[in-house]
């Protein structure tokens, strides 16, 4: 399996980062599973996580609205920026919005009520020690707004170089089959996960030439950067998997 990888990226002059696992029988295979990478947006799916845990343990309330103001509002993908200003909208809608359509103003409220520090926090809990909500989004292109929003863990020196967030395909993977398992937070929880996931609209990865299958992923997208982490229904099991392109001289 291996070698029949390397043969479809050795050609490609990018860095390639990826590990898959099937949930049923285990078997597995990895490039590079446990080398920490940019997330670019797939770092979303984690803060969904630990907003889960937030709502569970009572220190947040999926009905509470939350205010989106002009300031708050940021480039790139999503559509909260073409919202007025002092909208308000239920805490559950502005998940959706950060995971079904990648919303990055979404994301920013979302850090905002619980902060990144609360994520890697939770991600902790999870034994996934190597993944890590950095900072809040600052948007897209030249529109970029300054940085902030930074967790203890964005604030190091040496953590600067990953942007929004870091994590490794192993750790991404490891998340996914957790919530194969029904264990993150609860079983309920975890199906819901799985369930907004299997709605989000960019497909242009995992996606991509898997129409057949059921695929529930979260995508991610810089510069010289493409991601996506997910799992796959097939007729051998569910796989779930997790991949990072960097460095990638051109893109489509």
């Keep these: ?28 295979v990895g490039i590079g599973e446990h080398e920490p990478v940019r997330t670019a947006s797939t770092i979303k799916l984690p803060i969904m996580a630990a907003l889960f845990h937030e709502v569970a343990r009572g220190r947040a309330r999926w009905d509470e609205r939350l205010r989106l103001r002009d300031s708050d509002k940021v480039s790139g993908s999503g ?45 902790d809990t999870l034994g996934l020690t190597r993944t890590r909500s950095m900072r809040k989004v600052r948007g897209d292109g030249s529109q970029l707004k300054e940085a902030s929003g930074w967790s203890k863990a964005g604030l190091l020196e040496e953590n600067k170089r990953f942007g929004l967030g870091s994590s490794t395909s192993w750790e991404m993977v490891a998340l996914l089959e957790k919530l194969h398992r029904g264990e993150i937070v609860s079983p309920e929880a975890s199906r819901e996960m799985l369930a907004i996931l299997g709605r989000q609209q960019y497909k242009d990865c995992i996606g991509r030439y ?33 991949m990072t392109v960097d460095a990638m001289p051109w893109v489509d």
């Design 1 to 28: 399996m291996i070698e029949r990888l390397r043969r479809h990226i050795d050609f490609f002059p990018g860095e390639v980062r990826l590990f898959a696992k099937n949930l049923q029988s285990g078997a597995q």
């Design 79 to 123: 559509v909260l920026h073409e919202f007025s200003d002092g909208v308000e909208l239920p805490l559950r809608d502005v998940m959706h919005l950060m995971i079904v359509v990648s919303d990055n103003t979404a994301t920013n409220l979302i850090l905002d009520r619980i902060t990144a520090d609360a994520v890697n926090a939770y991600l």
């Design 210 to 242: 898997l129409g057949r299958y059921r695929v529930m992923s979260k995508s991610g997208s810089l510069d010289a950067l493409r991601s996506d982490a997910g799992i796959v229904v097939t007729p051998r099991g569910p796989i779930a998997m997790a």
